[in-house]
T-cell receptor
């Protein structure tokens, strides 16, 4: 399975930069890497997506090395409201068609 | 556009009852899928579809059936509800390019089986 591996949990303090790394060793050549944020009782919400190098939007940056076997989500200056579970997602092509299987995600807790 | 619409939002069933969770999207997405999320856990793929008339099993398909007669709709049927199926169910669809991984989620359907 092209499953992803992330740290189970992380703690950070308000105002710090948080980096969450995801391993996806079997990523397909044409597949993108997508990160989601999920709050309790809500569906996952799209944060950022990239294919290679660096992508930045108004809430996060995504760093992808040349071999694309991992990616790092960077959240600048986190606040209490960033406490959530973060998932990275890549496609799974092992059955001949693509599907999306989530890993365990990283539970980020931001402390005051 | 409404995006991905799930109904009902809440449902209580008795063991052995059957029901259908509805999912509809108006974005002309080829890919649709159902996930379940147990308390404090991650999302697990139940069934998915890459287009009308095509469905396939995910990680935890037992006890569930799906069909995809139209591009817009992807209902999930619980054949004989069990307490182990108490969970929050999310429907998600993906853009026509398919492999970009940008999934659009519904608000979820919270199911309790007594």
């Amino acid at each position: 399975l092209a499953k992803t591996t992330q740290p189970i949990s992380m703690d950070s303090y308000e105002g710090q930069e948080v980096n969450i790394t995801c391993s996806h060793n079997n990523i397909a050549t044409n597949d993108y890497i997508t990160w989601y944020q999920q709050f309790p009782s809500q569906g996952p919400r799209f944060i950022i997506q990239g294919y290679k190098t660096k992508v930045t939007n108004e809430v996060a940056s995504l760093f992808i090395p040349a071999d694309r076997k991992s990616s790092t989500l960077s959240l600048p200056r986190v606040s209490l409201s960033d406490t959530a579970v973060y998932y990275c997602l890549v496609g799974d092509w092992t059955s001949g068609t693509y599907k999306y299987i989530f890993g365990t995600g990283t539970r980020l807790k931001v402390l005051a | 556009n409404a995006g991905v619409t799930q109904t009902p939002k809440f449902q209580v069933l008795k063991t052995g009852q059957s029901m259908t969770l509805q999912c509809a999207q108006d974005m002309n997405h080829e890919y649709m899928s159902w996930y379940r999320q147990d308390p404090g856990m991650g999302l697990r793929l139940i069934h998915y579809s890459v287009g009308a008339g095509i469905t396939d099993q995910g990680e935890v398909p037992n006890g569930y059936n799906v069909s995809r007669s139209t591009t817009e709709d992807f209902p999930l049927r619980l054949l004989s509800a069990a307490p182990s199926q108490t969970s929050v169910y999310f429907c998600a669809s993906s853009s026509p390019r398919g492999n970009t991984g940008e999934l659009f989620f519904g608000e979820g359907s919270r199911l309790t089986v007594l």
